[in-house]
């Protein structure tokens, strides 16, 4: 079975995105972004589709398959991986000129994507609220956290709130140069 990764930046203090939707905060992590790049750049070796919901499937989708994201080194890869979104609204997943996304509805074509015969792991970014979903589905197989040195004492959180703990096993976790630090874990159960 494919594995589904989840992968996102958050504060110390667990937050995905200001109280304003904002992204500020990856400016702490800015001046060595290398890291992230090179973690990046190594994992999407074992990655062959995105997974996206429809709000990050449109911040995503006007800049990554555009120019001005030409001299970010993941940019190739990232362009040249299988788009699929999850949508209920959306009829189409337009990606520059690169293929068309395929948009599924529900948690049912996640898990159908997961048994395919072929294919390489899932990565799935941003996409909070699907994140949450896919995580009391049991769908999620690992939690890559990219840690940003800063608290914002307030904002969107990555994590579901007011429901059953969900226990994780560490895998890995290893600094950054900057103070930065690369968290992965998977379900315990």
């Not at 989840?6 to 504060?11: C, D, S």
């Not at 203090?13 to 904002?22: K, R």
């Not at 074992?46 to 994201?69: H, K």
């Not at 049912?108 to 395919?116: F, H, I, T, W």
Request: net charge negative; charged share 25%; aromatic share 8%.
């Amino acid at each position: 079975m494919r594995r589904l990764i989840f992968q996102e930046y958050v504060t110390l203090d667990g937050y995905a995105a200001g109280l304003d939707g904002g992204l500020e905060f990856f400016d702490s992590i800015a001046d060595h972004a290398d890291d992230a790049d090179d973690d990046n750049l190594h994992l999407l070796e074992s990655i062959d589709t995105m997974l996206l919901g429809a709000e990050t499937y449109r911040l995503f989708a006007s800049y990554w398959p555009t120019d001005a994201s030409a001299d970010q080194p993941v940019a190739p890869m990232l362009n040249a991986l299988r788009l699929v979104v999850v949508s209920t609204r959306l009829d189409s997943a337009p990606w520059g000129s690169y293929e068309p996304g395929l948009v599924i509805r529900d948690l049912d074509a996640v898990r159908a994507l997961k048994v395919e015969d072929t294919g390489k792991d899932i990565i799935l970014w941003g996409s909070i609220t699907l994140f949450q979903s896919l995580l009391r589905a049991g769908l999620v197989d690992e939690v890559q956290l990219r840690i940003c040195p800063i608290l914002l004492g307030a904002g969107k959180s990555a994590f579901p709130s007011g429901e059953s703990p969900v226990e994780l096993a560490l895998i890995e976790a290893r600094p950054w140069a900057n103070g930065g630090v690369l968290v992965r874990y998977r379900p315990a159960s």
